[in-house]
């Protein structure tokens, strides 16, 4: 049996395990468990830290624009009890949660079904509680970033030539579907090369995906996405210049109020262009609001509110 949330002192469902140090409580006031008048169901980012998290700002516009009633809040959640506070959550009437930073390998494990994209990233990013009780994990990060080259950025990587930079986490979750679209040719680079070759086996059959590492580079790329957590550091991969020709596009999934590191790299360089990662965000919500509501949010009005926020 799944466990329960227990009742706090105040009266107020307690939610989250409470260690004796670095606990988080969640507690939610009654009025809003049962709500019955507005049957505004209850969503929430979770993650250690996560109130910096644009997700509330961005599914309550998709919300507006599509008329869903709903109620969406960032939550921090203990890192040594993300499961059970999962759990209270789920036990206390959430109907949906996205994941975040380091919650997305564990999200994971703990889901009864996931999608076929997430077990192929390994990670969860958006977790929908069913009637029954199950948990069922969907990773929506790759099919985000998809969505911004091809749709808000006209980037085809059909018959590109894409260079995928890093093998962590981040890049587990966009290299398959970046497969999908068919490129001429996808190399992972790392820094440390056999994890490339890890990556690269796990996605594709033999000769699909090239691993190698930085100095192994000599050819340009029409494509480059800077999945490292490099820029987290404003530091720039130590790619060879060669890596980019002048219609090259360069990506990185990080996002900040400035030009990242690596996107000031590239456009020194002469890029065609060089973008953050705050399309693939917004992109990726919308899909977990289509998981969640079966309703596709414009995507575009959002991005531009939140880059005049950004920039
Ligand atoms: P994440 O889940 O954010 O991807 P991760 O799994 O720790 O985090 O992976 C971090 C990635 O960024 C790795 O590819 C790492 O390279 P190594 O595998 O060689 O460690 C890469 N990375 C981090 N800092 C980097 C830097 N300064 N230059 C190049 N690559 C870097």
């Known amino acids: 049996m799944k466990s329960r949330g227990v009742m706090g002192h105040d009266g107020c469902p307690k939610l989250g395990y409470s260690p004796p140090r670095r606990s988080v409580v969640i507690r939610i006031p009654m009025t809003d468990l049962f709500d019955f008048k507005n049957h505004r169901r209850r969503f929430a980012v ?7 998290s644009k997700s509330p700002q961005i599914h309550e516009a998709f919300a507006r624009q599509c008329n869903v009633s709903l109620a969406y809040e960032a939550i921090a959640l203990d890192p040594i ?25 564990v999200a994971f494990r703990l889901s009864d079904e996931v999608s076929e994209r997430a077990r192929i ?9 069913s009637e029954n009780d199950q948990v069922i994990g969907d990773n929506t990060d790759g099919i985000g970033l998809v969505r911004d080259l091809q749709q808000n950025l006209s980037v085809s990587c059909a018959d590109a030539r894409v260079l995928i930079v890093g093998a962590g986490g981040a890049a587990r979750g966009i290299a398959q579907p970046l497969l999908q679209t068919r490129p001429a040719c996808m190399v992972i680079a790392n820094r440390t090369a056999s994890r490339a070759r890890e990556l690269a086996a796990l996605i594709g059959s033999p000769g699909e995906v090239y691993p190698c590492a930085f100095d192994e580079i000599s050819d340009p790329f029409d494509l480059v996405i800077n999945a490292t957590a490099a820029s987290l550091s404003s530091e720039v991969p130590a790619l060879p210049e060669a ?67 950004v920039r």
């Open 81 to 105: 009890a993300f499961e059970q506070g999962v759990r209270n959550l789920q036990a206390g009437g959430m109907a949906g949660l996205n994941v975040t930073l380091p919650f997305k390998e």
């Open 46 to 52: 979770v993650g250690h830290p996560v109130m910096h």
């Open 243 to 309: 890596v980019f020709h002048s219609g090259s596009t360069a990506y990185d999934l990080a996002y900040a109020d400035q030009p990242t590191a690596f996107m000031r790299w590239a456009l020194g360089l002469g890029v065609a262009q060089a973008v953050d990662g705050l399309g693939m965000l917004v992109e990726q919500a919308a899909e977990s609001f289509w998981i969640w509501h079966r309703q596709r949010p414009q995507t575009a009005p959002v991005m531009s509110t939140l880059r005049s926020g």
């Open 121 to 129: 990233a390994n990670a969860v990013n958006t977790l929908s509680f």
